[in-house]
């Protein structure tokens, strides 16, 4: 293959032994709390990511998009959880996914999308199978767990006949906010709560509930009890980012992703670095900046390594130029002539891969041991 | 073709008719100037915006990628500046573009940049022309119009065997950030005056200067005088976009970009309504958040209308949710059931457009007229 000396710029790296160090850790950490990890693949869409993050696991798999359900089918991953609220519009698309092999389970939080949906399933002469989406904090998607409209959802699709109550799942996103272990450990609590709870209500109502699905990675790393809680869905963990790095959930050395960009100018008068990695290329995502002062849109590090130079950051990003500067004074000009490469740890990695149609996949040095895809977009 | 209340959600609609007032405003402009229309294309990134960007002037463009570069080219443009600081790594794409009759004007600020290039000319037989980029206080690439740096490097272009010394290029790119319209003149008179005042000390020290490059949409709307510019190279007032309406530089009929998104929920614990359109779809830019208080990730259009919903804007965003307020008090649950499709002003056109791979053309109304292809990425 190549390497990453000689690849063009900009590149996004994967370390192949990172990202098997963070499945296997995350994959052992599920079994060891007797639940079924679901990973989400919206971070990484990836098939060849995929195949590592479900390792001794049952192989289903969290989906964000229509586009890369069809893809993961394609590869041959069927057991799909899309956990995105469905536009009722979509289910053209779901019912041919199925009638080529895939088992899916939808979301909702809406009486009006299980109505819309229940027409489509006659006229497409299709079956949906849902999963009520519960807001256990997140104030996103969802219903309250202890709300009425969680019995009528539960009731409308177990009385269906072509829609089916397959359980609940909810997502605790304001893990992401948190600002310490504790924290996090009393919102993985809260999710777990909320979700059985809601869990139970549906079996009290004389419903079905089989799955009971949860989580984000800062949850699921920090739980303390997973007590009813069938599946969980973590998705960054794969890669990990400054963000989550600065959330505490992991340790410089676990972050698998990185661009690589080259120098293309010194601005003194700015006391500025540039390098060709901006926006498009590193995502406008500051995530990390709630936490980390110095984060800006990623780390800077020298090429054949991970470990960033001392206080040195894309400070600003423009479409196509980054703006490396230093905390103390001015950028290290001389370590970082024009001309240079360096590697960028990113802020966010779902954004920042995001960009990207493959992986350059490295193992701990320079040398490009493989290329793998990702299916970006919506169809 | 179909109309956009079928398109699958979230989906890139570019209304025509706009588009093309935005363009000939522009073009009759430049010619009223006396000063050749090099549009940027990084906003575009497309074939057909190209054609019509070009009418009436001498079909030249601007490029912020390679990928662009090949792409336009193989649609039949080969004058193509690429306006992004050379790195000489990339060199052997560039000769290979220019042996399929690419004619193109490089861009660099370096000395390294040039010897580094002078050796790539001799390794791959092939010639290249540079400008030098001159900052006009934009503080991003460029040296100084009086800077000594700025002869050497005109001297080593001019010098040397394989290389070739086209001119000067600089990019006011703080005009995105000011705060009245006299204060874009300002910065539109020190980037003509500096710009033209690099060339004069080039040319005054015997070395050719024929393009005087300059330009962003907001000094080539305000510019008083381009007096010894030879051309502009603006590229978002194709699309328009909130944050230019904020600088007042266009009106809000003249934004031509949207995307359509499907109301997915709503949460009235939050007070928020989801839509299927989050952080990839909408990007994370925040630009117009500088002048405009609840412009958030977008202003909220009704589907046949491209005049938003008086205070209600995308508040937040994750992945692939977007999440609507309004300024006061509870979003309009009512005018936006589930299932609605809503039509999303973007901020930052440039960046909300590279998520997509294809517009969907309208003509002042709800029908698709066609399908416009983009060239993203990099390689």
Redesign the interface.
């Known amino acids: 293959m190549t390497s990453l000396t ?1 690849v ?3 590149a996004l790296v994967l370390d192949r032994g990172v990202l098997e160090r963070n499945c296997d850790r995350m994959a052992r950490r599920m079994t060891d709390a007797g639940v079924r990890l679901r990973p989400h693949l ?1 971070t990484a869409k990836s098939a060849r990511v995929a195949e590592v993050a479900t390792r001794g696991h049952f192989g289903g798999i969290t989906v ?2 229509l586009a890369e359900a069809r893809y993961f089918l394609e590869q041959g991953i069927s057991d799909l959880t899309y956990a ?7 289910l053209d ?1 779901v019912a041919r996914l199925q009638a080529e092999g895939a088992r899916m389970k939808l979301l ?3 009486l ?2 299980l109505v ?1 949906a229940e027409g489509k399933a006659d006229e497409l002469d299709a079956d949906f199978s849902f999963l009520i ?1 519960v ?1 256990t904090g997140g ?4 219903v ?1 767990p202890e709300s009425g409209v969680l019995l009528e959802l539960g009731r409308y699709l177990h009385e269906s006949p072509r829609l089916a109550l397959a359980g609940v799942l909810t997502h605790a ?1 304001h893990s992401y906010h948190c600002h310490s272990p504790a924290e996090i450990e009393q919102v993985a609590e809260d999710e777990r709560a909320g979700a059985v709870r809601a869990a139970q209500r549906l079996r009290d109502a004389g419903l079905p509930c089989e799955i009971v699905s949860a989580g984000s990675t800062p949850t699921a790393i920090r739980a303390k009890s997973l007590e009813g809680v069938t599946e969980m869905r973590p998705g960054v963990y794969t890669f990990f980012d400054l963000d989550q790095m600065a959330l505490g959930v992991c340790a410089i050395e676990d972050i698998a992703l990185s661009v690589v960009a ?6 003194h ?2 006391g ?1 670095i ?1 390098i ?1 990695a901006g ?3 590193l ?4 995530s990390a900046a709630e936490f980390l002062e110095d984060a800006g849109y990623g780390l800077v590090c020298p090429l054949d390594a991970t470990r960033p130079l001392e206080g040195v950051y894309v400070d600003s990003v ?4 980054g ?1 490396i500067a230093a905390k103390d004074g001015p950028p290290p000009y001389d370590k970082l ?3 240079t490469r360096v590697r960028i740890l990113p802020n966010h990695a ?2 920042t891969a ?4 493959s992986y350059h996949v490295v193992e701990d040095g320079l040398e490009v041991v493989d290329t793998w895809d990702r299916i ?4």
């Open positions: 000689l063009e710029t900009p919206k964000s998009t995105v609220g469905l536009a009722a519009g979509k698309v909702t939080d809406s009006d999308t819309a989406e807001d104030l996103r998607g969802g309250p996103g080259t120098v293309i100018g010194h601005n008068a700015a500025r540039l060709d926006g498009l290329a995502s406008k995502d500051l423009h479409q196509e130029h703006l002539p024009v001309g779902c954004m995001a960009a990207y149609n970006n977009g919506w169809y």
